[in-house]
């Protein structure tokens, strides 16, 4: 079974300062990674994932995150954020043979303020 | 292109009554999920459906619950009989996985129910 711990319910940051969004994961297999973003009343939209290879996996709207396998964690960065990626984002894993069976962390609501 | 279409976006029911959403997974996708979003348990897999065939209802919480997929463009979650903690946002979401887990799922908006 995987489980996903997401550290911070909630991070206020100012418009274009840096922001780094934290996941843990738990896994007894190996497993895919992603990160999805949630804006109110829409549903998750896929920001980026990790398969294989290189650690560094870039996504849409600036973001990146980085795999580290030894410390089972997959944090979420922007180096400078706006107004509009005020949003909720999840982590979630699934293991990597099978059906895909998306397990999600309980959220991180990013607050941008000017 | 047009994503995933869940229908009604929003429904108010009184406890008791039968409660049926509907979801129109993207063309050409042929894996259908059904999720529950809750404060308090967060987002939930209720079920998911292969080439439509369910494949994984260990999410599903009861037998109020079921799920139909009749053919590749449409599927129904259905509660019956409906109960106050039934109330929830329940997304759709579809992908072109089969038996690849790497791609991802598209989600579509969510039916927010409330149940009285």
């Known amino acids: 079974a995987q489980s996903v711990t997401q550290l911070d319910s909630q991070v206020p940051v100012f418009e274009e300062a840096p922001v780094e969004l934290r996941c843990n994961y738990s896994s007894s297999v190996s497993v895919y990674l992603f990160w999805y973003v949630q804006y109110p009343n829409q549903g998750l939209q896929l920001l980026l994932k990790y398969l294989s290879g290189s650690t560094l996996v870039k996504g849409i709207n600036g973001f990146e995150a980085e795999f580290n396998k030894s410390q089972t964690s997959f944090h979420l960065r922007k180096p400078s954020v706006h107004i509009s990626d005020t949003a909720e984002y999840f982590c979630a894993v699934s293991p990597n043979t099978g059906f895909q069976k998306l397990v999600f962390g309980t959220g991180t609501r990013l607050l941008v303020s000017p | 292109d047009a994503g995933v279409i869940q229908s009604p976006r929003h429904e108010v029911t009184e406890m008791g009554q039968e409660v049926t959403l509907r979801c129109k997974p993207i063309?050409?996708?042929?894996?259908l999920f059904w999720y529950r979003q809750t404060m308090m348990r967060g987002l939930e897999l209720l079920i998911y459906?292969?080439?439509?065939?369910?494949?994984?209802d260990s999410g599903m919480p009861e037998d109020r619950f079921s799920a139909k997929m009749p053919n590749a463009s449409f599927s129904t979650l259905k509660i019956q009989p409906s109960e106050p903690r039934d109330s929830a946002v329940y997304f759709c979401?579809?992908?072109?996985?089969?038996?690849?887990?790497?791609?991802?799922?598209?989600f579509g908006d969510g039916t927010r129910l409330s149940i009285l």
């Open positions: 459906f292969n080439n439509n065939v369910p494949i994984d």
């Open positions: 063309s050409g996708h042929n894996s």
């Open positions: 979401a579809s992908s072109s996985t089969g038996k690849k887990s790497n791609q991802p799922q598209h």
